[in-house]
């Protein structure tokens, strides 16, 4: 009786790491098992699959093609476990051919943003904080973003730079206000699409109400 009881109790510790997609256990600290990333897996269109693994020792989010080719996308050690929510990747949108992430989030400041070619797991663009993209306090659905662009600020503030991701086309308006923010992009409110005119709020000091700048997507 004892020993049956004993082999229960090897199996009931070791479940956790079965349960899931690869290794996604600590038994050195079980407080991680809970307080780090999902491990479930995410299938794209491609056939492509994502998912994170951790263990006692890092964390590391793994891209597998139908080829079964994997790729580690993005990784960190396992001290950092309870803030990858913020540091590490997390999908922004799955356009055609990449995917798009979002990481390296400071508590109070700018996000990086990232393609990522779906197939092979490389690198193919990287931007700063992008504009009307702040996905986290969207409640429903975090990861939504209906656009296929992406709206950034050119490096000396002078330009709005509109990236079309699958035809890597690009449209660049002069922008001559005055942005006063520590994070610039972060007067941008909110865009809107239609008849392809994009249209982009944002707010200045000393102005009650939001400003607009209009972007002629045909050209």
Not at 21 to 43: H, R
Not at 87 to 92: D, M, R
Not at 136 to 143: G, Y
Not at 182 to 188: K, L
Request: charged share 25%.
């Amino acid at each position: 009786m004892k020993k049956n009881i004993t082999i229960l109790l090897f199996v009931l510790n070791i479940i956790p790491s079965f349960g899931q997609k690869g290794e996604c256990f600590c038994d050195k600290d079980t407080l991680m098992n809970n307080a780090t990333v999902s491990c479930d897996t995410t299938t794209f269109t491609n056939g492509s699959k994502m998912y994170w693994q951790f263990n006692c020792d890092r964390i590391w989010l793994t891209l597998e093609n139908i080829k079964k080719e994997k790729q580690v996308i993005d990784e960190s050690t396992s001290e950092l476990y309870d803030l990858t929510y913020r540091l590490g990747f997390h999908l922004i949108k799955e356009y055609k051919n990449t995917l798009l992430f979002r990481s390296g989030c400071p508590a109070n400041g700018p996000c990086n943003h990232t393609l990522i070619d779906k197939t092979n797991g490389k690198k193919i663009k990287e931007f700063d904080q992008l504009i009307c993209i702040n996905t986290e306090n969207q409640s429903k659905n975090p990861h939504k973003y209906e656009y296929n662009f992406i709206v950034s600020l050119s490096t000396n503030l002078d330009y709005l730079i509109v990236y079309f991701v699958d035809s890597k086309k690009t449209i660049k308006k002069p922008f001559l206000e005055k942005l006063t923010s520590v994070i610039p992009q972060s007067q941008f409110e909110k865009m809107t699409l239609k008849n392809n005119i994009l249209t982009i709020y944002y707010e200045v000091d000393n102005c009650d109400k939001s400003k607009t700048i209009t972007i002629d997507l045909k050209k």
